[in-house]
């Protein structure tokens, strides 16, 4: 079985952030491995679920370009689908 996710329309993002990524404020943190992380962040006033990769530079870790940021939406498609993906690698495994 393929998700797929509704389309939506495009829509451009300034490049230029408003405010420093260390001012954004940190809702939740979960360590899921060694490197990799799940965070709920707020963003231009929407949440969003990241799941990223980090990596440690000058003694700070940080996050890298590995990841996905998942809007309410598209976390809620995932979520609802959490069953038939268990099955899926039940299957597989």
């Known amino acids: 079985m393929v998700l797929r996710l509704p389309r939506k329309t495009s829509r451009k993002i300034p ?11 940190l809702l939740n943190l979960f360590e899921i491995s060694k490197n990799r992380r799940v965070s709920v962040r707020n963003w231009q006033g929407r949440v969003f679920v990241d799941i990223r990769e980090f990596y440690v530079k000058d003694g700070k870790e940080l996050p890298g370009k590995k990841g ?11 979520r609802d689908h959490v069953g038939e993906i268990d099955e899926a690698v039940a299957e597989n495994a």
């Open 15 to 25: 490049t230029t952030p408003t405010t420093s990524s260390s001012a954004r404020p």
């Open 68 to 78: 996905i940021s998942l809007s309410m939406d598209q976390w809620n498609v995932l």
